[in-house]
């Protein structure tokens, strides 16, 4: 096990990706609400705020400038570019909260994941799959944050983003059920074994429901 200075375990890192609309946003304030210890990665983004949307709790908003210098400078743990926008990890507070011994999720999509996996080998991967097509539409224009043509570019995006995913992620979690989904990444997070044969054990906790 990797430990800080202070001879203190350091946290895990878990990075949550799937297609857009797919409910990544809505599973992990579940999952961050039930799992003690977990914190989430606020990313940097340049696209504009969504309705309901807030700077510095859903995303960094920041200008391609900007965005453009931290890239420079080394202080993303990983980037890319989704939809047209440019998204990005603030490295300095993962490594905080991971040195501090706190678990660290990351909501980002596949080719981010790619390069976390690279940096942090360690790293929890868990892909949100949609139950089938219908329901993934419906979703991205229920968050009523879309023009239609974004709309379709990001269903069509996912078939892409699905495949790609099989690849890098050891844990798929379908979101058809919303409870049942954030009970499944809950057991993941905690280092509950999944599948058919694993047992419902209870090794491995990093936090109490
Ligand atoms: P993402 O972060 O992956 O883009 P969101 O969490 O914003 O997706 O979810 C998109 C929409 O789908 C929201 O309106 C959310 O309430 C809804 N949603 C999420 N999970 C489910 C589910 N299991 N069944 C039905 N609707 C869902
Ligand atoms: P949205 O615009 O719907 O919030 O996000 C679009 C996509 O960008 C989603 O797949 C989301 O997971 C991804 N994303 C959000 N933040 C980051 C990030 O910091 N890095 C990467 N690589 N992708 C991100």
């Given amino acids: 096990m990797n430990r800080n200075d202070n001879n203190k375990a350091r946290g895990k890192l878990i990075v949550l990706s799937g297609p857009s609309g797919v409910g990544k946003s ?6 961050i609400r039930r799992v003690e210890g977990l914190e989430l990665s606020v990313s940097l983004t340049t696209r504009p705020p969504g309705p309901g949307e807030q700077d510095g709790r859903d995303y960094w908003f920041v200008s391609e ?29 993962v490594d905080e909260a991971l040195d501090a011994g706190k678990n660290v999720i990351l909501e980002i ?11 942090y ?21 229920r968050r009523g944050r879309d023009a239609e043509e974004v709309a379709e570019t990001r269903l069509n995006g996912a078939s892409n983003e699905i495949a790609a995913a099989w690849q ?8 058809e059920d919303l409870e049942h989904a954030v009970k499944e990444v809950v057991q993941i997070v905690r280092g509950v074994p999944q599948g ?14």
């Avoid at 400038?65 to 507070?93: C, I, S």
């Avoid at 080998?121 to 949100?128: G, K, S």
């Fill in 168 to 175: 890098h992620y050891d844990n798929m979690v379908i979101n």
């Fill in 26 to 31: 809505t599973i992990c304030r579940e999952v």
């Fill in 65 to 93: 400038a900007e965005f453009r210098e931290r890239m420079e400078q080394g202080l993303l743990l990983e980037h890319a570019e989704v939809f047209g926008n440019l998204y990005g990890t603030p490295k300095d507070k």
């Fill in 121 to 141: 080998p360690d790293a929890v991967m868990i892909f949100i799959l949609p139950p089938n097509d219908k329901a993934l539409a419906e979703r991205i224009g």
């Fill in 109 to 119: 999509d596949v080719q981010g994941g790619r390069q976390v996996k690279t940096v």
């Fill in 196 to 209: 058919p044969d694993a047992s419902d054990g209870s090794d491995g906790h990093i936090g109490d429901a």
